[in-house]
């Protein structure tokens, strides 16, 4: 398991996670969607003649072709541009595929148990799982992962993902990691026996200010309900009176945990989403009246990565007037998937309907079957100025509704936020690039961490870590001279420009040393974070009523 040490809202993103493909499947059984995607006879001879035609040519080739060739290979390289055909979320998944595209929404895998980054060309330990199979063996936060199983893997520029695939394995078998140690001398062995590790959905989760909780949702995995609840359950004991639901950057999972979720903050009896399959069949989705959060205070935080399952809680809650949506246009997806398995471990995942909120709107944005420039979409809001200005985003007037209140909301590309917060990138000057771009920031606080691992390993609150690092008054002056040393010469007008998100970034990337991980870095990087400053101001303006 491995964390991303460039991981903050604050990047400007310029390509489309891949991970936006997963989409939103429906929880259909195949003789259901075979019922449901039956077709008028009038097309039924196309249809069989064209399948006749795909079947006989690779009949052909296997029996008459000139050179042996392997059927099997050539229906792989078919698959994905079949399926490129139809939409740009219907894709095949090919058997070697298919546990890491499903891990991240099972809610488990088989490993080791660490958090660990390779920034410099060594697997540095950074957090240790609770209860699993490396806390048993005895790794510790700040251990260097030298060898696996007696092969050298540090200084030898291996691929990050090269190195999760060492390390995880079937769970019960054991694999044994030469480590380095601060103050010890020489490799320490340690075996570890593999087991099962969750996969968390939420992020982070705790008191961001005094009664106003934070939640920070990545995807809608089959655990995301249940840790939700959780969550909040804990964040109500702590004095929640309002909630920051962060799902920027999120880009979708599970259909029926974005319905649970939602089903959590409306009244009995609202609409919160209906699908409508080819035979222009619906099915709606009401709220039950049982959710735990019908009342309280609500903003909820989206962007440009913020899809599909996202875009389902965003929709609902914007469509009946329940709190207030901050941040960025959303990605835009509406259709809906459903996963059909091949025999060889391999699988489709088939759009079968589309999905629309409450008040009829489709959120889908436009698409060429089999064309190219889908994704190429992020990059053009960037460049025409939909980032930084709502002005430059138009809409369609077919596509205006109108929700129980009065408030018009559009359809056809996206949630547009009740509230838009431009991208602010006025406090990246030259040496802020620089030092993030040489990965000496992140560089200075491993090093910190290092320094201060005794009392990092000490750290189980963010009360705690607020307090560790407000004592050391001169973080960034220290860190200034750290990065002239590796080559950074400091300009001052530029560091005073800044200053907020410089210290804001120490800080978060400091904490996520802590066994807070993400907790501690969204608890840090805040004063940085335009979004979530205009969520604490709207917070603040809803209590002063």
């Known amino acids: 398991m491995s964390t991303n040490s460039r991981k903050s809202t604050l ?70 541009r079949l399926m490129e055909q139809l939409d740009p979320h219907s894709t095949y998944i090919s058997a070697k595929d298919m546990q890491a595209v499903n891990e991240p929404l099972e809610g488990e895998f088989d490993g080791i148990g660490v958090v660990f980054n390779m920034g410099t060309d060594t697997v540095v330990v950074l957090n240790i799982i609770a ?34 695939e060492r390390l995880r394995g079937k769970r019960g078998s054991e694999v044994t990691i030469g480590i380095q140690r601060q103050n010890v001398e020489g490799l320490v062995d340690v075996t570890i026996t593999r087991d099962k590790i969750p996969v968390k959905s939420i992020d982070a989760a705790f008191m961001i200010r005094p009664k106003v909780g934070y939640v920070r949702l990545t995807s809608f995995a089959r655990t995301t309900h249940t840790e939700f609840v959780e969550a ?57 009246g049982g959710g735990r959060l019908t009342d309280i205070p609500l903003v909820v935080l989206i962007d440009e990565y913020s899809a599909s399952s996202s875009e389902i809680v965003a929709g609902a809650l914007q469509d ?15 259709l809906v998937q459903s996963q059909i398995p091949f025999t060889d471990g391999s699988a489709i995942r088939l759009t079968v309907a589309k999905y629309y909120t409450p008040t009829g709107r489709s959120i889908q944005k436009p698409f060429v079957r089999g064309g190219e420039g889908y994704n ?16 430059s985003i138009h809409f369609a007037d077919s596509l205006r509704f109108t929700t129980p209140k009065g408030k018009t909301v559009y359809g056809g590309g996206g949630i547009m936020p009740d509230v838009f917060v431009p991208l602010d990138t006025l406090d990246m000057t030259p040496y802020y690039y620089a030092v993030t771009g040489f990965n000496i920031l992140y560089r200075y606080t491993l090093d910190y961490a290092d320094k201060h691992r005794k009392a990092i390993n000490n750290i189980h609150t963010v009360a705690q870590l607020d307090d ?42 400091i904490a996520r040393n802590t066994e807070l991980q993400d907790s501690g870095y969204f608890s840090q990087i805040w004063p940085a974070d335009p979004t979530l400053l205009k969520a604490f101001e709207l917070l603040e303006a809803e209590g002063a009523k």
């Open 131 to 164: 209860g699993g199979p490396s806390y048993k063996a005895g790794v510790l936060p700040g251990d260097r992962i030298i060898t696996i199983d007696g092969d050298t893997v540090a200084g030898r520029k291996i691929e990050q993902n090269k190195v999760v």
């Open 232 to 288: 909040i359950e804990k964040l109500k004991k702590a004095g929640m009176e309002s909630l920051i639901f962060d799902l920027r950057g999120n880009s979708g999972g599970y259909l029926d945990q974005a319905i649970r979720m939602t089903n959590e903050f409306l009244p009995k009896g609202q609409l919160m989403v209906y699908t409508e399959d080819r035979l222009g069949t619906q099915q709606k989705e009401y709220s039950t």
């Open 468 to 509: 560790f690092l407000n004592r050391d008054t001169m973080l960034l002056d220290d860190f200034v001279w750290y990065a002239a040393e590796k080559g950074i010469k400091p300009n001052r007008k530029e560091i005073a420009k800044s200053k907020v998100l410089l210290e804001a970034m120490l800080r978060a990337y």
């Open 376 to 391: 190429e979409d992020i990059w053009h809001r960037y460049e025409s100025g939909q980032f930084f200005s709502a002005d």
């Open 11 to 80: 990047w400007i993103p310029t390509v489309v996670a891949c991970a936006l493909a997963l989409g939103v499947w429906a929880g259909f059984n195949i003789s259901r969607l075979a019922m449901r995607a039956k077709a008028p006879a009038a097309t039924a001879a196309p249809i069989s003649r064209a399948a006749s035609k795909i079947d006989l040519t690779l009949g052909l080739v296997e029996r008459v072709y000139v050179d042996p060739i392997n059927k099997d290979s050539i229906v792989e390289a078919l698959m994905p």
């Open 320 to 334: 009946n007037d329940r709190g207030t949506i901050v941040g960025r246009r959303s990605f835009g997806k509406g």
